[in-house]
Each structure stands twice: as structure tokens, then as C-alpha cells.
């Protein structure tokens, strides 16, 4: 039997065993995923642990998505170019890091909401390892415009592509919202337990917009619930969590599980419908 896992800190609340090892179950892979709760400063130890352990590969969660790049034997360029690793796989004994959270949201994005990115105009709300990750891959995806607003001025700076993108505070951004096909939030903002939070204000929002936000506790965030009682299309974050793992799931395996499985496994599990 193979062995796959999870390092992050905390673990015990994540989603990825019972999504995973059904989808090796239903497949028929003869493979187990396990969560490991992974100290920071035994990161080192953990990664050299697993490859004695000849572990075939594993998903990397917060706090180690940066640190543990130093402990990779290679890193696929997206992986760099993020700055950042959520997946890795043993390939003949060499740890080689992936980054599968950006492909995740976009193809999540384009799937679930059955939509072509060329030509739209998007704005992402935040500049953190999220909205890096979303970033680089929109660009991938000949789109028009990929704006980034963000509370803390000049974050967004360090990465944005002047020709594709502009910066702005979340104010300037709040008044533009009309401009945009599509807007995502990637913050934090909302999440569960300060619900009651919302990362930008709504007021502006044109009807028919696609509202994604990569957050999927709360299913429904304050701010989804807003965008969509003003008539836009929204879309939560299980689907960039499936996405991501099934990438991962691909690299593991060479198989692209099924997603909406995958989907109605972690769905069943945090109790609601999908928006
Ligand atoms: P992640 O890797 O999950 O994206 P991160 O790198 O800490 O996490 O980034 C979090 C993002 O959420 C940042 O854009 C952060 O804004 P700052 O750059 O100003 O810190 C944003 N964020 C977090 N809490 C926020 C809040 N209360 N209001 C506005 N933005 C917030």
C-alpha cells in the first residue's frame, strides 16, 4: 500500500483524508492519505521522516506552504514563480514541489461556472500567497485585465505585471467594481468565527458580475450572500479545494479524479448545498 499525506499546523480539521482516500477507494488505488500535525520547527524532520518512510507523496498546509521549499529536491517552475509548494511527489526518491492551488481556482472557476476566460476583466481582492497563487495563473489564461486591490498599499506591487494589471486600495477598487467580470476575494476576510466581515463593500456591483470567494467556511460568506442578492453569480471556495486536490491527486496517481465526487464527499461533510 502506498502512503500519502498531509503536513500542516494545525490538520485535524482538514478535509483532504476523507476526500482523498475516497477517491483512491473508489479508483481502486491501493493507497492511504493520513493528516500529519507538523510542528514548524520539525518541518526538516518531518519531510526527511516521510522519505524514509518512502511515502510516494503529500499535500503541504499552512504554515509550511514557503518553508518547506527548502527541503525540496526540485521545484516546478510554478511552484517558484508562486513562491510556494502545496504539493509533492516522490519521483525515484527525489521530493519534487508542485503548486497546484492557482490551476485549482481557475479551473474550478471556469468549470463551475462554465465560463471562458479570454478577454475578462478581473479584480482580485488581497496580495497574499492566495492571490499570488490566482494571480499567475489568470495571466496563463490570455485575460484582459487582472487587477489587485489590497488593504496594506504597495504588497500587490512586489509581483503585479504592469501591462495586465493595475493596483488599487480597496476604496479606489470599492468604486470600480462596475468595470469588472469578475471579482475574487482571497482574503481571509469573512471566514469563520468573524463571520460578520466583508473584505470589500458591494455598492457599486453590477448584476450578472461572477462573484468567487476562495472561502468555504462559512459556504455562503456575508459578502457572497450580498453579491448575490444584487444579482450576481457567485461561487464559493469548495470548489478551489477540490480542484487543488485533484490536481494533486493527478500528479500522485495519473489520474484525474472525479470532482464531483470529490465534491459531494467534502460537501456531505460540511452539512450544505453549493452555490
Ligand atoms: P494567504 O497566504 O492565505 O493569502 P496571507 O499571505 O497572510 O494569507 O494574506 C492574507 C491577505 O488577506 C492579505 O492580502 C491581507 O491584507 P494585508 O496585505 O493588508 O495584510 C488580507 N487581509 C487579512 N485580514 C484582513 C483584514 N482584516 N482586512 C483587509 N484585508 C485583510
Redesign the pocket.
Known amino acids: 500500500m502506498k502512503l500519502f499525506a498531509l503536513i500542516g499546523c494545525p490538520v485535524h480539521h482538514s478535509l483532504s483524508p476523507l476526500m482523498h482516500n475516497d477517491a483512491f477507494q473508489s479508483l481502486r488505488i491501493d493507497a492511504h492519505y493520513h493528516a500529519f500535525h507538523v510542528e514548524p520547527h520539525l518541518l526538516k524532520e518531518a519531510v526527511q521522516g516521510l522519505k524514509a518512510l518512502q511515502c510516494a507523496g503529500f499535500n503541504v498546509t ?1 504554515p509550511h ?1 514557503t518553508a518547506v521549499m527548502a527541503y525540496m529536491d526540485e521545484l516546478d517552475e510554478t511552484a517558484k514563480q508562486m513562491g ?1 509548494v502545496n504539493t509533492v511527489v516522490n519521483e525515484n526518491g527525489k521530493w519534487i514541489g508542485y503548486n497546484t492551488d492557482g490551476e485549482g481556482f481557475v479551473r474550478a472557476l471556469c468549470e463551475q461556472m462554465n465560463i471562458e476566460l479570454s478577454g475578462a476583466r478581473i479584480l482580485l ?8 497563487g490566482i494571480y499567475f495563473t489568470l495571466l496563463k489564461h490570455r485575460v484582459s485585465a487582472v487587477d489587485v486591490c ?3 498599499a504597495g ?1 500587490a506591487e512586489t509581483f503585479i505585471a504592469k501591462q495586465t494589471s493595475s493596483v488599487y486600495s ?1 476604496e479606489e477598487a470599492e468604486e470600480r467594481l462596475g468595470e469588472y467580470d469578475i471579482i475574487i476575494n ?4 469573512g471566514m469563520y468565527p ?1 463571520v460578520d ?1 466583508m ?1 470589500i463593500s458591494l455598492q457599486t456591483l453590477k448584476k450578472g458580475t461572477i462573484v468567487s470567494d476562495i472561502i468555504y467556511n462559512p459556504l455562503m460568506t456575508k459578502w457572497l450572500q450580498e453579491a448575490k442578492e444584487k444579482g450576481a453569480r457567485v461561487q464559493n471556495g469548495v470548489g478551489m479545494f477540490v480542484y487543488q486536490g485533484a490536481l494533486a491527486f493527478e500528479k500522485w496517481t495519473g489520474i484525474f479524479p472525479d470532482t464531483k465526487r470529490m465534491e459531494q464527499v467534502v460537501m456531505q461533510q460540511l452539512g450544505g448545498k453549493t452555490c
Open positions: 499552512i506552504k510556494a481582492v488581497g496580495a497574499g500567497g492566495a492571490a499570488r489590497n488593504r496594506t504588497k480597496l482571497t482574503t481571509s476576510v468573524h466581515a473584505p
